[in-house]
């Protein structure tokens, strides 16, 4: 069974940094792209980040790159996303996942999150 554990939220200042984890289980970590998604209040959960098996590759939507970085510790079973500069437009719950072959697509592993919360 594919457990997903996130941490590292919680309420900072517009400005501010933030770094989570998301410690996996149950599945072949270092096979897997990782990727990183959020859920603001009242919309649909969207893609954030991803990375590669190795942690060689890394991609990002716009609304995000320059100030989001994921990164992974294939020995610890865990991946990373290190926010910066974060706005009140970051405010949401983050979630890790594994993604499908497309990159993208997330499979149906769903941890309990993690709330983030930007205030002005």
């Known amino acids: 069974q594919v457990q997903l554990v996130e941490s590292g939220g919680g309420l900072v200042q517009a400005g501010g940094s933030l770094r989570l984890s998301c410690t996996a289980s149950?599945?072949?970590?270092?096979?897997?792209?990782m990727g990183w998604f959020r859920q603001p209040p009242g919309k649909e959960r969207e893609f954030v980040a991803g990375?590669?098996?190795?942690?060689?590759?890394?991609y990002y939507p716009d609304s995000v790159k320059g100030r989001f970085t994921i990164s992974r510790d294939n020995g610890k079973n865990t991946v990373y996303l290190q926010m910066n500069s974060l706005n009140v437009g970051d405010t949401a719950v983050y979630y890790c996942?594994?993604?499908?072959?497309?990159?993208?697509?997330?499979?149906?592993?769903w941890g309990q999150g993690t709330q983030v919360t930007v205030s002005s």
């Open positions: 996942n594994a993604l499908r072959n497309d990159l993208i697509t997330p499979y149906d592993y």
């Open positions: 149950g599945l072949p970590f270092s096979s897997y792209v």
């Open positions: 990375i590669s098996g190795r942690g060689r590759n890394t």
